[in-house]
């Protein structure tokens, strides 16, 4: 079995992959002070709570945290015998190509959605992930990665205006039943909602004229299906496009 984890700023995600279908998914705080027994005992404690039995024998890992890494390759080492394999490392293949400015690195998440979207939909795609940023990746017909944007997150920004404005309180993000605000709250709710709305419409117009082409708009991450309420232009949602995308680049290195 393959364990497939996903550390992004905000929370890591691990999942068990069979061959065929993910046993389960387990969401922790990303910590990088948290060491490998930690996350031995953390994750067998769920795992036994569950019932599920699982041989792990291969790991692989996407990090947007370079801190938490090595305590993962010793977590893999220790309690799996393993050696992870590690996206965005030199040893670590990928399927597509990657077709940016020279000396820039891409954040192995992004690359990770990339071949996720290409395995799954082809090519021509937008991929919108709403994580601690909200990020559009842009993928080529032959699946290259050719570039994107990066936009603040949602919750970021409602931690900012609450942060940076004394009189402002901190709100959840939901669908406000009107435009108008009426109570500051509704007034932030209002803002945050249909102006993420129209930045995730308008960008995506953008790349697609930009591109010259028509583009499939795959949406990943927990907000999604909330802003696609507001209409927001997504073809399809895919909570686990980052898990299935490992699954493609693991089984990709091992084939080679």
């Not at 009426?182 to 419409?201: A, E, H, K, P, R």
Request: charged share 20%.
């Amino acid at each position: 079995m393959l364990l497939a984890i996903d550390c992004g700023n905000t929370n890591t995600v691990f999942s068990i992959w069979d061959g065929e279908k993910f046993l389960c998914t387990l969401r922790t705080s990303t910590e990088h002070q948290r060491t490998a027994d930690q996350y031995f005992v953390w994750f067998s404690t769920l795992l036994n709570h569950f019932g599920i039995k699982a041989d792990i024998r291969s790991v692989v890992i996407s990090s947007t945290v370079p801190r938490v890494v090595f305590n993962l390759r010793v977590f893999s080492d220790r309690y799996f015998n393993c050696r992870p394999l590690v996206v965005g490392k030199p040893e670590c293949r990928l399927p597509v190509d990657v077709r940016v400015d020279a000396g820039t690195q891409v954040g192995p998440d992004r690359l990770v959605n990339t071949v996720a979207g290409y395995d799954l939909y082809g090519g021509d795609l937008i991929v919108v992930d709403f994580g601690t940023a909200t990020t559009f990746d842009v993928v080529a017909s032959d699946g290259a990665y050719i570039g994107g944007v990066i936009a603040p997150g949602v919750n970021l920004s409602l931690q900012a205006l609450h942060e940076a404005a004394a009189a402002l309180p901190h709100v959840d993000i939901t669908k406000p039943e009107r435009v108008i605000g009426t109570n500051t709250v509704d007034c932030m709710q209002s803002g945050v909602f249909w102006g993420y709305v129209g930045l995730i419409n308008g960008i995506c117009d953008r790349i697609k004229a930009e591109r010259g082409r028509a583009m499939k708009v795959v949406a990943t991450g927990g907000l999604a299906p909330l802003f696609q309420q507001g209409h927001a232009i997504f073809d399809v949602y895919r909570d686990d496009l980052t898990m299935h995308g490992l699954t493609v680049i693991d089984a990709y290195n091992k084939e080679g």
